[in-house]
């Protein structure tokens, strides 16, 4: 059985005369004797809406509750995907998460896949019925509807070719593809053709919105290829994949970049064994997850300023949570929102000398300070004023050479 899974994101089905077009795609490769499993998004703005609802009741809404609210988007989009080919005379089904089943952990509102049975879905395909998939979405093994974080469509897709060994699994969205940078910060964006899964998962961590971090994550795991494509015209798309497939590696691939940074800074902590395991176990015990952390130490060694990044949101939440540890003692908070955090990745970097320095002086340049500084083997970040965003995200796509 030849299996191909289609993902559409929310813009691709965000109106009826998308959700006919997107009705063509899948029909083109049911005509080339593919058995097709579709996922979709909810309709663009729809998960949106339903949480400001949900906040308009309780900024603390129910968790358990928060995911039946939300996951109904896209219960109303594979409806219509699914109504829409049965009005042109082919057999479809839609089904929500718990109908498949997809069974996921017990953590509502990020919950991760545990299991999928594919019995039901291998059974109307075999009677050449294609399946309209909500994603986004599962069920516990307590039978509570789960979701698996936003933008974990591509999440349920990338599952789904794993457990029906899929020979392709093509996610459809807005854009040709993975870009060099965000184009609403850089007009000169290019396509990247073809992209390493550490690389994507990299851009995804620090702020390209085209996958979400986790999906990746189960392509790399699982070694499935992932096509990323427009819905709205023909392009060759980008090609996620293993490393070895890429005959030439630019030294950098990509720059991706965030806005919505928060800078903490602890002024005047005691320099002592096991004081930064103490401030950032009730973080860690809140599921605030700490990016960047920088530790100066005084000139008398006595005591050090802990700075570190979180997601604006969490701010209120990290500070009380500092205020109420009587672990550790400092002298006062600092706070900064106006920060965003700037990245260069690539494995090329890994044999090539001297990014670092070419990634500071780029910046130094422009008159543009680095707060933070932080690294891995194919990535090096910045902390940034967010005023600047923009003016560095130029000058380190022409340093290297992404304009061509």
């Known amino acids: 059985m030849k299996i191909v899974v289609l993902k559409f994101g929310g813009t691709s089905v965000g109106t009826i005369s998308r959700i006919k077009k997107v009705s063509k795609i899948i029909l083109s490769f049911k005509k080339k004797k593919y058995k097709v499993i579709v996922v979709t998004s909810a309709m663009s703005g729809m998960t949106n809406k339903l949480i400001k609802k949900s906040l308009k009741i309780s900024k603390s809404f129910d968790p358990i509750e928060y995911d039946v609210l939300v996951s109904s988007g896209e ?3 594979c409806a219509l995907i699914s109504g829409q080919l049965k009005s042109l005379g082919h057999k479809s089904r839609s089904f929500l998460g718990w109908q498949v089943p997809i069974i996921t952990d017990n953590n509502h509102t990020n919950a991760k896949i545990d299991f999928v049975n594919v019995r039901n879905i ?10 309209i998939v909500a994603g986004f979405q599962g069920i516990t093994k307590n039978g509570e509807v789960s979701t698996l974080g936003r933008g974990a469509s591509d999440y349920t897709a990338i599952t789904l070719a794993k457990y029906f060994n899929a020979e ?10 993975v870009m060099t940078t965000d184009p609403r910060n850089y007009k000169k ?3 990247i053709k073809i992209i390493s899964y ?7 961590s620090l702020g390209s919105k085209v996958m979400q971090s986790n999906s990746v994550q189960e392509a790399r795991l699982n070694r499935t290829d992932v096509l990323v494509k427009s819905s709205f015209k023909e392009s060759e798309g980008t090609l996620i994949t293993k490393r070895k497939k890429i005959k030439n590696h630019k030294i950098i691939t990509g720059i991706s970049s965030t806005k919505n940074d928060a800078k903490i800074t602890l002024v005047g902590v005691k320099d002592k064994p096991g004081v930064a395991a103490a401030i950032f176990k009730p973080l860690s015990k809140h599921n605030i997850n700490v990016d960047m952390v920088v530790q100066n130490i005084s000139a008398d060694k006595k005591e050090t300023d802990v700075t570190f990044t979180i997601k604006n949101e969490n701010t209120i939440k990290t500070v009380n949570l500092i205020k109420n540890n009587k672990e550790f003692k400092y002298d006062k908070i600092l706070i900064d929102k106006n920060v965003s955090k700037l990245s260069i990745i690539g494995v090329g970097m890994i044999t090539t000398p001297g990014v670092t ?9 422009n008159k543009i300070n680095i707060l933070v500084i932080s690294t891995s083997e194919i990535k090096i970040s910045v902390l940034i ?15 290297f050479n992404l304009d061509n």
Do not use: W
């Not at 392709?168 to 593809?177: A, E, N, R, S």
């Not at 550490?198 to 995804?204: D, F, G, I, P, R």
């Not at 320095?357 to 340049?365: E, G, H, N, P």
């Open 357 to 365: 320095y070419r990634m500071f002086q780029a910046l130094s340049k």
């Open 75 to 77: 219960q109303i989009s």
């Open 385 to 399: 004023k967010q005023s600047n965003l923009k003016k560095g995200i130029e000058a380190l796509h022409k340093e």
């Open 198 to 204: 550490e690389e994507m998962l990299e851009m995804s």
């Open 189 to 191: 964006a290019k396509k």
């Open 122 to 131: 291998k059974k109307i395909l075999s009677k050449g019925i294609i399946p």
């Open 168 to 177: 392709k699994c093509i996610i459809f969205t807005d854009v040709d593809g």
